[in-house]
């Protein structure tokens, strides 16, 4: 092992032993080398003659570029687009974000968690999420309504057994009790278990009450306390699109500083809660459970995350990061948010509305859904496969099939004056099947 790996493993372990159990082979090994990049840093600082170490052409004082490039971006300086951003992101956006969070997420205050590392959006942030902590034959808890992307992440590229709960009750509730068997079944198993908590889901479009919320964290804690490792991780990808009642910030505020066994992780980003999916833009945050000894541990961590960065992609875009960064600032930016918000939720009411008319009640049923971009039909007796393949090929209308019986439908991406015409169309190809 690297000494500098060993080092960060020390520091964990003198504060809290709990996390360094948590991490994987590779997360234990995982280290930011004092190299090229510690040296251009120094250098940054010190050589005000000249610097020859950054891997970059320069020119007359700044970034070499071309100019039929820097032309389509003339509204920005050359120094916040063409060269390497640093491994964990631009520090004002690094902060700008933070402030973002804490304001939007009340539970957050008085919580001690890490500045933001800049991901290359939400997906690279689970994938370190994988790297740090999860090892062959590691269990990682999700609902059985889950992102198939996950299987492949955490099971494919890191050997880990997904282990999945129901995700609803009969009644139309998150099945808090099924959530709450699996995670103990995982503890008496494994001693560890990597919770995904998704919300608003993908691809249900259900959040929780905050009654159910509470819930969740209550057994996680229950069973930290008996003994069980826990790495908590709020995949907040569609964070804000909160239409109805439901929790209205993310658990990890909950999580945060809630035991030493429970190693709380917030995954989010600009891709979109701002509407910028090519910005492949994101954000990981830790949260320690002993709070006396949050900031070792926390730089611990960001370390490892930065070595993963390195050892990976290098850094993230720096153009992407400056767009952000210009968004954040801009007094229009919460109110063009906000138009956009109503928007999709105005979808999202539609679609309630058109199937809660009755029509359809013959052919499907549907999964409760309040949020987000998406929501799911339950099938009564078509095959979904055979459904989306029908409306493909007849109506040219694009679904997407989860198993036998359900389908998903984006809402996100339907104009709310053809939300009728969509049900009518995909209630038509049931039809002809049956």
């Given at each position: 092992?690297?000494?500098l790996?060993?080092?960060l493993?020390?520091l964990?372990?003198?504060?809290?032993?709990?996390?360094v159990?948590?991490l994987?082979?590779?997360?234990?090994?995982?280290?930011?080398?004092?190299?090229?990049?510690?040296?251009s840093?120094?250098?940054?600082d010190?050589?005000?003659?000249?610097?020859?170490?950054?891997?970059?052409?320069?020119?007359?004082?700044g970034p070499?570029?071309?100019?039929?490039?820097?032309?389509?971006?003339?509204?920005?300086d050359?120094?916040?687009?063409?060269?390497?951003?640093?491994?964990a992101?631009?520090?004002?956006?690094r902060?700008?974000w933070?402030?973002?969070?804490?304001r939007e997420?009340?539970s957050?205050?008085?919580?001690?968690y890490?500045?933001?590392?800049?991901?290359?959006a939400?997906?690279h942030?689970?994938?370190?999420?994988?790297?740090?902590?999860?090892?062959?034959?590691?269990?990682v808890?999700?609902?059985?309504?889950?992102?198939?992307?996950?299987?492949?992440?955490?099971?494919?590229?890191?050997?880990?057994?997904?282990?999945?709960?129901n995700?609803?009750t009969?009644?139309?509730g998150?099945d808090i009790?099924?959530f709450?068997?699996?995670l103990?079944q995982?503890a008496?198993?494994?001693?560890?278990a990597v919770?995904?908590?998704?919300?608003p889901?993908n691809?249900?479009?259900?959040?929780p009450?905050?009654a159910?919320?509470?819930?969740?964290v209550?057994?996680?804690?229950?069973?930290?306390?008996?003994?069980?490792?826990?790495?908590?991780?709020?995949?907040?990808?569609?964070?804000?699109?909160?239409y109805?009642?439901?929790l209205?910030e993310?658990?990890?505020?909950k999580?945060?500083?809630?035991?030493?066994?429970?190693?709380?992780?917030k995954?989010d980003?600009?891709?979109?809660?701002?509407?910028?999916?090519?910005?492949?833009?994101?954000f990981?945050?830790f949260?320690?459970?002993?709070?006396?000894?949050?900031?070792?541990?926390?730089?611990?961590?960001e370390?490892?995350?930065?070595?993963?960065?390195?050892?990976k992609?290098?850094n993230?875009?720096?153009?992407s990061q400056t767009?952000?960064?210009?968004?954040?600032?801009?007094?229009?930016?919460?109110?063009?948010?906000?138009?956009?918000?109503?928007?999709?939720?105005?979808?999202?009411l539609?679609?309630?509305?058109?199937?809660?008319?009755?029509?359809y009640?013959?052919?499907?049923?549907?999964?409760p859904?309040?949020?987000?971009y998406?929501?799911?039909l339950?099938?009564?007796?078509?095959d979904?496969?055979?459904?989306?393949?029908?409306?493909?090929d007849?109506?040219?209308?694009?679904?997407?099939?989860i198993?036998?019986?359900?389908?998903?439908?984006?809402?996100?991406?339907?104009?709310?004056?053809?939300i009728q015409?969509l049900?009518?169309?995909?209630?038509?190809?049931?039809k002809d099947l049956?």
């Open positions: 092992m690297n000494p790996a060993k080092e493993n020390d964990i372990a003198q504060h809290n032993p709990h996390v159990e948590m994987s082979d590779l997360g234990k090994n995982i280290f930011f080398p004092k190299g090229i990049l510690t040296q840093a120094e250098a940054k010190k050589a005000h003659k000249y610097n020859a170490t950054i891997g970059i052409a320069t020119e007359n004082g070499m570029y071309l100019k039929c490039i820097q032309d389509k971006l003339s509204g920005f050359p120094k916040d687009i063409f060269p390497y951003a640093p491994p992101g631009r520090p004002e956006l902060s700008l933070r402030e973002k969070m804490l997420n009340p957050m205050q008085g919580k001690h890490s500045n933001p590392v800049v991901t290359s939400l997906t942030g689970l994938s370190i999420v994988g790297d740090l902590f999860v090892g062959v034959d590691d269990h808890v999700l609902p059985d309504m889950l992102w198939g992307n996950y299987n492949l992440t955490f099971g494919t590229c890191n050997g880990g057994v997904v282990k999945k709960h995700t609803f009969a009644t139309g998150y009790e099924a709450r068997t699996t103990k995982t008496a198993e494994k001693g560890k919770v995904i908590l998704n919300f889901n691809p249900s479009g259900y959040t009450t905050v159910e919320g509470d819930a969740l209550a057994a996680i804690l229950d069973v930290a306390k008996s003994g069980c490792n826990i790495v908590a991780v709020t995949d907040d990808a569609y964070f804000g699109l909160f109805e009642d439901s209205k993310s658990l990890f505020g999580l945060a500083n809630l035991h030493p066994r429970i190693l709380a992780i995954l980003g600009a891709t979109k809660e701002e509407f910028v999916w090519g910005f492949r833009t994101g990981i945050t949260a320690n459970g002993d709070t006396k000894a949050t900031p070792d541990v926390l730089t611990a961590l370390k490892k995350t930065m070595g993963i960065i390195r050892a992609i290098s993230c875009p720096h153009p767009f952000v960064i210009e968004a954040l600032r801009s007094p229009e930016f919460p109110i063009q948010k906000e138009e956009k918000f109503q928007v999709m939720k105005g979808r999202s539609e679609v309630k509305r058109v199937l809660n008319s009755g029509k009640d013959s052919v499907w049923g549907y999964y859904f309040n949020s987000g998406f929501m799911c339950k099938l009564k007796s078509l979904a496969e055979k459904l989306r393949l029908h409306l493909l007849k109506y040219g209308v694009g679904t997407i099939s198993g036998k019986t359900d389908l998903r439908i984006a809402f996100s991406c339907i104009a709310k004056e053809n015409e049900f009518d169309i995909i209630f038509q190809a049931a049956s």
